[in-house]
Structure formats: C-alpha cells, structure tokens
C-alpha cells in the first residue's frame, strides 16, 4: 500500500510563488507515473500536469503551461510541482496522485489513480 501526502499549500498574492511537494510512503513510486490535479469551489477535478515515471516526460494543462513545473525526485520518493506568476483562478485544493498499474506511462485520466494525497488549499488574492 501507498500513503502520498502533500504540503507547502498556501495564501499568496497574485504573481507569487509556491511550491507543492508530495511524498510517498509504504512503497517506492519510483516505477510509477504521478500526476497533480486540482479542484476548485464548484468546479470538477482537473488534471494539472503529469509527469511519467522516471520523470523524462511531463505535461501541462493549457491554462499553467510556462507557468508550472512538475518534478520527481525518485531517490527521496517525492514529487514536486513549482507553481510561479500564479492567479486568482489557480486557486483551489491541490492534490497528488499516483497510478497503480507499473505498465501506465503518463496519467491522463482519473482512472489510472491509485492513490490520491488527501490535498493542500492553495489560495491566490488578487
């Protein structure tokens, strides 16, 4: 069994910055792909960005791309996602996911979710 958990949510004013980090327990997620959603106040879970398993391949959702940068650090079994310039309507709760199935290159849809963080709110004023 996986646990993944993410911190480093937060208040920031538009134009700021954070950065989101998820860890992995119980088992390494080295061999897996990994992926951010996010989901704002009555809004449906939406892909964020994805990267593949080894980390070499990544993707973005059109309304963060040259904005957001996800990453893996498989050696500390962690995933990142630096979120620069960020907007008002990035806000909403963040959270990290993970596939189960070892034969998934890239997450795109909520079905290859194995494990989902429980999220961190991710707050943006204007």
């Known amino acids: 069994q996986v646990q993944v958990a993410e911190s480093g949510g937060g208040l920031v004013q538009a134009g700021g910055s954070l950065r989101l980090s998820c860890a992995a327990s119980?088992?390494?997620?080295?061999?897996?792909?990994m992926a951010w959603f996010r989901q704002a106040p009555g809004k449906e879970r939406e892909l964020v960005a994805t990267?593949?398993?080894?980390?070499?391949?990544?993707t973005y959702a059109d309304s963060v791309k040259g904005r957001f940068t996800i990453s893996r650090d498989n050696a500390k079994n962690t995933m990142y996602l630096q979120m620069n310039n960020l907007k008002p309507e990035d806000t909403a709760i963040y959270y990290c996911?993970?596939?189960?199935?070892?034969?998934?290159?890239?997450?795109?849809?909520?079905?290859?979710?194995?494990?989902w963080g429980q999220g961190t709110q991710v707050t943006v004023s204007s």
């Open positions: 996911a993970a596939s189960d199935l070892s034969y998934i290159t890239r997450i795109t849809n909520t079905t290859m979710i194995g494990y």
């Open positions: 119980g088992r390494t997620v080295s061999s897996v792909a």
């Open positions: 990267i593949s398993r080894f980390g070499g391949y990544q």
